[in-house]
């Protein structure tokens, strides 16, 4: 059984997705428990990975029976099985939130909002347990397709917003698969495992710096790391509420994972570090990313849009971490990505309770937070911290495994930029705790009215509460066990070579 | 000027897929029009198909199907340098279908903008959002 899971992790939301679509039109209800169940199996499956891989090793799926370098290989190691289980886990909690959300914000289009938010998770599963560059490829624009079109079903500006995202998304996706493409001349493996045997002889040919550094280029532009990165705000912020909780956290986290992977794995640790000096860059852009995104972010009145710029700084944070590149770095990135993820979705999740109550997600609809959404409240608090990095969160542990990377390697601009953001962070969120905690006079500006126009009126309802609740839990169990992740697991993850 | 018509003549394939790449990169970058950036953005994607297709092909090749390959028996003997390379072709197959899947979104949006704002003209369109 255990042996056959790689395949049925993908096939169950496939088939769930398409068995909404075409159901959908005359049985609306369907749609919500299917959508749970299959989210669930998903992440019972991914969790018999796991333990299947930590307790026997590699497991290796073949597509069609074919064997390795001429079919489609599945092959899942502790870097693949953290993904899974995070993109599945994000998926089954954001689907429990979406369904109240989804019903104020988008009444008449639940339908096709649920066969595309499956076929979003079925493509950002794939991605995480393939083992070919094709086969990947195709995923990431299964992923990406529906992710654009979710994100274009949100308010009036999203539609540009995510035309620009098209566009963008595009050209990276096509960078990818030139890259590939080079690979392809100089090897004629697409597989993985298959390349990083074949590679080693090659790496000083042309092609193949070609290759890489489009792969690389591709990797970015769909990561939104800093300087290409202006798609990012506009399309998180306008998407519909439970969207940005789904595709802000898990789409750029994932593309992270695809960075190490082909950084690492395909090609050997000593060709990117050693030979082309990529990480030099990488590190550089880290920082960068870390000082725009807090920056931009301190400037912003839009809650969401203030996330999205968070959310380009954390991805400084892990270029950096895989920058650094040592080992102490690198599970501080791998270990991030995990977390950033966690704690973005909590926050978005915050993002959609307000949006349900208020029918905005300005800061200034944080008014008065804390009397009447205590939960809500809480919630964010615990989010709030973990993004600044307060001990018995996730963050903190995350974080420090970074710092003490880069104080390691002597990178001193990229610690600076981690001390920087962990101060401006703090002032960031001391404005929103600000405006929840006290009701100032009305005299600052005109009063924000919005669709429903009722103020904060009590808390969200219990299918939004249960899963951020679960997920703020998880936040501070992951710091609390983090020793147990970071030693059984993620030490594991680390490419060899470190 | 032999040497460079050479280089020219020998990779005339990679050649005429960085032309295109570029040419769909201008109009992405530089168009204003929505619709111009969607033909653009195409055309890119046209480029790195074509790419694909054309590192299959080998001199002297044919296609790549066995003459009476299942019943003479001589179908271990094959010689590779004998047929054209197939695996780019499928491939690109995948890939045209997802490039037809982007551009139907792309086009689909591009509609919607159009009945939203009645203009497909970038300038306007940013005029108009920042109100």
């Known amino acids: ?498 | 000027m032999d040497e460079l018509l050479t280089i020219l003549i020998a990779r005339i394939n990679y050649w005429v897929y960085i032309i295109l790449m570029m040419i769909g990169m201008y109009g992405i970058i530089v168009k204003k029009n929505l619709m111009k950036k969607i033909i653009g953005m195409s055309i890119l994607q046209t480029a790195v198909i074509l790419f694909y297709v054309s590192i299959g092909a080998k001199k002297n090749a044919t296609i790549p199907i066995i003459e009476h390959g299942h019943d003479t028996g001589h179908a271990t003997a094959v010689q590779a340098a004998h047929f054209i390379n197939p695996l780019p072709h499928v491939l690109m197959l995948t890939a045209i279908v997802v490039a037809v899947a982007t551009l139907g979104v792309a086009l689909a949006l591009a509609i919607k903008i159009y009945k939203q704002y009645n203009t497909l003209e970038e300038d306007e369109l940013i005029e108009i959002l920042k109100e």
Request: with cysteine; hydrophobic share 55%; charged share 10%.
């Open chain 1, 1 to 498: 059984m255990v042996q056959q899971l790689p395949a049925i992790i993908l096939v169950t939301p496939l088939v769930t997705s398409i068995i909404i679509f075409f159901t959908g039109w005359r049985y609306k209800r369907l749609a919500y428990p299917l959508t749970l169940i299959a989210m669930s199996v998903c992440l019972l499956s991914s969790v018999f990975i796991l333990t299947g891989v930590i307790n026997n090793g590699q497991l290796q799926y073949l597509l069609g029976g074919w064997p390795p370098p001429w079919g489609i290989e599945y092959r899942v190691d502790h870097l693949n099985a953290i993904m899974l289980i995070l993109v599945s886990l994000l998926g089954l909690l954001t689907a429990t939130h979406a369904k109240k959300s989804i019903e104020q914000e988008l009444p008449e289009r639940t339908t096709l909002f649920w066969s595309l938010f499956i076929l979003l998770i079925t493509g950002l599963l794939g991605i995480c347990i393939t083992g070919d560059l094709f086969n990947l490829f195709v995923l990431l624009e299964v992923a990406s397709l529906s992710g654009y079109a979710l994100i274009a079903m949100g308010e009036k500006k999203a539609l540009y917003a995510s035309f620009r995202y098209i566009i963008i998304g595009t050209i990276g996706a096509s960078f990818y698969l030139l890259g590939v493409g080079h690979l392809y001349i100089a090897t004629g493996s697409l597989n993985m495992a298959d390349l990083a045997q074949l590679l080693p002889e090659l790496l000083h040919s042309k092609t193949i710096l070609v290759g890489f550094a489009f792969i690389l280029l591709g990797l970015c532009i769909k990561m939104a790391i800093f300087p290409m990165h202006v798609w990012l705000p506009d399309a998180y912020t306008y998407a519909p509420s439970a969207v940005s909780a789904a595709v802000a956290p898990l789409m750029t986290k994932v593309m992270a994972y695809v960075m190490i992977r082909v950084m690492f794995t395909v090609f050997q640790p000593e060709f990117s570090i050693m030979l082309l000096r990529v990480t030099d860059i990488m590190v550089w852009s880290g920082t960068f990313a870390i000082l725009f995104g807090a920056v931009m972010a301190l400037s912003q009145n839009d809650f969401k849009r203030m996330l999205s710029y968070i959310i380009v700084a954390e991805i400084g944070y892990i270029i950096g971490g895989i920058g650094v590149a040592n080992a102490i770095a690198l599970k501080g990135a791998i270990f991030h990505i995990v977390n950033d993820a966690m704690m973005m979705t909590c926050l978005f999740f915050v993002a959609g309770h307000i949006m349900h109550q208020t029918g905005g997600h300005r800061i200034d609809d944080f008014k008065g937070m804390f009397k009447t959404m205590p939960v809500t409240a809480a919630i964010f608090t615990v989010g709030a911290l973990a993004i600044i990095g307060v001990p018995p969160t996730c963050g903190f542990f995350s974080k420090w495994y970074l710092l003490l990377g880069g104080i390691k390697a002597q990178q001193w601009g990229f610690v600076a930029a981690l001390l920087i953001c962990t101060l401006i962070n703090v002032a960031l969120f001391f404005r929103v705790f600000d405006k929840g905690l006290f009701i100032h006079t009305h005299g600052n500006g005109p009063a924000h009215t919005d669709f429903t126009g009722k103020p904060l009126a009590g808390e969200a309802p219990l299918t939004m509460l249960i899963p951020a609740f679960s997920l703020a839990l998880v936040i501070i169990l992951a710091g609390v066990f983090n020793q147990f992740i970071v030693n059984d697991v993620i030490s594991f993850a680390i490419p060899l070579g470190f």
